[in-house]
């Protein structure tokens, strides 16, 4: 077994020159979550992302604030009320709580879709610039440079800060709406 992986490592070898020779090797690495995060359609993105961050909060916190005052009410009066007036505000309380809860879930998931797509969109975007980039200039490869692909590459092979240039001047397509706003694309 050792003698054939040998034989086939000398053979590929002795091959890979006559490769080089034949065709120029051009390589280059792009780190997409720069791109996403320092390109113009990213920094909407993350805005249009707070803006609606900051108004599912908002809308947490009204419902956590009744509540914290339905359960602070439940504990003061607790001792003096009925047996059914407490049942009724525990059940009160007990149902607002489980709201409260399921509506936090559902904003947490709703916020994770939103970004994954608004992410999605942006990153298939680049993708594209990066396509149009490796074919224009002759690339053999441009790999993904996060530090799990490529773990060292010269900065003279960082397609980075030239994708963001492109990206930004060819524009975005992707639309940054944020609850009832109508904000159109990036352009």
Do not use: H, W
Not at 70 to 76: A, D, H, I
Not at 148 to 157: F, Q
Request: with cysteine; hydrophobic share 35%.
């Amino acid at each position: 077994m050792r003698k054939i992986f040998g034989y086939v490592l000398a053979g590929l070898l002795l091959y890979c020159p006559v490769l080089a020779q034949a065709e120029e090797i051009k390589l280059g690495y792009v780190d997409l979550q720069k791109a996403l995060n320092e390109s113009e359609a990213g920094k909407k993105a993350k805005d249009a992302f707070k803006v609606e961050l900051d108004r599912m909060e908002g809308r947490l916190e009204s419902r956590k604030k009744e509540v914290q005052r339905l359960g602070e009410e439940l504990e003061k009066k607790a001792t003096v009320l009925r047996e059914e007036e407490r049942d009724s505000l525990e059940r009160d309380y007990r149902q607002k709580l489980r709201d409260f809860e399921r509506l936090y879930k559902d904003s947490q998931q709703e916020l994770k879709i939103k970004d994954r797509d608004l992410t999605g969109r942006i990153i298939e975007e680049l993708r594209l610039i990066i396509l149009d980039m490796g074919e224009q200039g002759n690339y053999t490869a441009i790999l993904e440079g996060n530090n799990t692909v490529v773990l060292y590459g010269s900065k003279s092979i960082d397609l980075t800060d030239a994708v963001i240039r492109a990206y930004n001047q060819k524009g975005s397509k992707v639309s940054f709406r944020s609850g009832g706003d109508k904000t159109a694309s990036a352009n």
